[in-house]
């Protein structure tokens, strides 16, 4: 059968202030006191009236604009009335009947690059967080720190087929934000928390089935495992030919399971209603022309150009993509180049090449950003220009970057502590030494003649050794078959 699918994400936007006071915005909770950036606003005393936060706005509308959204000029908000402990004013405030940004769409790719899909966002709206509930040892305790904090959600239409095509939309969405200085959207941390809206038809032209929502979800690899649980279960229930309610369901990611929350029947009358305390949003020209010429970053054109100009395969591209502060790193190498004169060779294949492997690879094993290693974007330009000569083979380049990244020496020092600008050895040479590796080892190459031949292999380590590392492998390779066979 046929999956239909789509999504309510809700980001957190990485404002100073919350969206309606002066409190701190708080990013991370895990080391920060219960209800210590508060005040009579966030936690809704009956007095105390809420301000819109220019910078939650401006947020906004650049994410709007990233959705390539429609943005409206005059905008409202609504109330949201529901009754729980964690909403310490009975009601949230919300977008719901006129949102600031409206009829946008995302694109992305799937299948490592190969093919494009274009997501389509009904609203971008913006909405004040929740208070947090916490319960220990039989007490429930609210903290106030989150009550308040700014949100935008993204509405999408349900244009999902499949849960890769979910996960690698939400990477995308994830570089939006990031790139563009909007948000964290760090999925563990509930910056960016997604709902899953399910349900399966027999084929395109029939109408929609039966939406099911599935909500605690926190991981790209959960989402991916309740969406195929959500798609089996409803299979199984139309084989039997039952039928179900729209609900919402609660998603258990350790037991593989979900349960019922709530029934179409049984759902809350969230009764909105237009928000008395906030006046209509008009946005006045000066935004509007701020708006006009923010510059913004989108990941897709950015891919695109990698693969189409550059050439890039997807390990190079996984590489530099991931994380802006590489990607930066990266143009900024190619511009030192094209000041010295570098512009005709195929120079940004030869940067991707190294910061895939193993500058990125160093980085993960050692938890360092890019800026923290040892040496600077000079001394990776000097390594990148003496790859470039071609004078060294690849064996010591990778010992020349190894040597670079544990100690911070330039590529002129390691290749001079290496003995790797000695002259070039000639093949006549090079077999001398290869009998000379033979001689030495008569038990190995006993070994090789009973049937080991990978043992040819400690032999060429050997005869690297022996010429500082200049000899290439495959011809080393090619002189001891000879004198092996």
Request: with cysteine; aromatic share 10%.
């Amino acid at each position: 059968m046929l999956l239909t699918i789509g999504l309510e994400i809700h980001i957190k936007l990485k404002s100073t202030n919350k969206m309606f006071c002066q409190c701190q915005n708080e990013q991370n909770f895990d080391h920060l006191l219960p209800n210590t950036h508060i005040c009579p606003v966030c936690t809704w005393q009956p007095w105390a009236l809420p301000t819109l936060s220019k910078e939650v706005l401006e947020k906004a509308l650049i994410l709007g604009k990233t959705l390539n959204c429609t943005i409206n000029e005059t905008s409202s908000f609504d109330r949201k009335s529901y009754f729980y402990p964690d909403l310490p004013m009975g009601y949230q405030i919300t977008q719901l009947y006129h949102p600031t940004n409206t009829a946008g769409d995302v694109k992305f790719f799937l299948n490592n690059y190969t093919t494009e899909k274009i997501i389509h966002i009904q609203d971008a709206h913006m909405e004040c967080d929740t208070a947090k509930m916490i319960h220990n040892k039989g007490e429930a305790m609210i903290d106030f720190n989150r009550a308040g904090t700014p949100l935008v959600e993204i509405v999408t239409l349900p244009d999902f087929r499949n849960p890769e095509e979910v996960i690698e939309f939400l990477k995308e969405l994830q570089r939006i934000v990031r790139f563009n200085n909007i948000a964290d959207a760090d999925l563990e941390k509930w910056q960016m928390r997604v709902d899953v809206n399910i349900s399966i038809r027999n084929n395109e032209n029939d109408p929609y089935g039966t939406r099911v929502e599935m909500k605690n979800i926190n991981s790209f690899g959960m989402i991916k495992r309740a969406i195929e649980h959500e798609k089996n279960r409803q299979e199984a229930l139309y084989t039997k030919w039952e039928t179900f309610e729209q609900q919402t369901r609660w998603w258990d990611d350790t037991k593989g399971e979900s349960y019922l929350m709530r029934s179409k029947e049984d759902a809350l009358d969230y009764r909105y209603f237009p928000e008395p305390d906030l006046p209509t949003l008009k946005l006045e020209k000066e935004i509007l022309d701020r708006l006009q010429n923010q510059k913004t970053i989108l990941p897709h054109e950015i891919i695109k150009k990698m693969k189409e100009t550059y050439g890039f395969n997807k390990e190079y591209i996984n590489a530099l993509i991931g994380d802006k502060e590489i990607l930066d790193y990266f143009f900024e190498i190619e511009n030192l180049f094209a000041k010295e004169g570098n512009e005709s060779w195929s120079k940004s294949k030869l940067i991707a090449k190294r910061i895939s492997w193993p500058i990125v690879a160093r980085m993960n094993e050692n938890f360092k950003t890019i800026n923290e290693l040892a040496f600077d974007k000079t001394k990776l330009t000097e390594f990148l220009t003496k790859a470039q000569e071609g004078n060294l083979i690849e064996n010591q380049l990778k010992v020349v970057m190894q040597e670079m990244l544990s100690t911070g020496k330039s590529a002129s020092e390691i290749i001079k502590e290496k003995w790797f600008d000695a002259p070039a050895i000639n093949n006549n040479e090079i077999e001398a030494l290869a009998k000379e590796v033979l001689e030495e080892n008569p038990a190995i190459v006993d070994q090789y003649k009973w049937g080991k031949t990978t043992t040819i292999w400690f032999f060429i380590g050997q005869l690297m050794k022996k010429t500082w590392g200049k000899t290439n492998p495959k011809i080393a390779q090619e002189i001891f078959e000879k004198l092996l066979s």
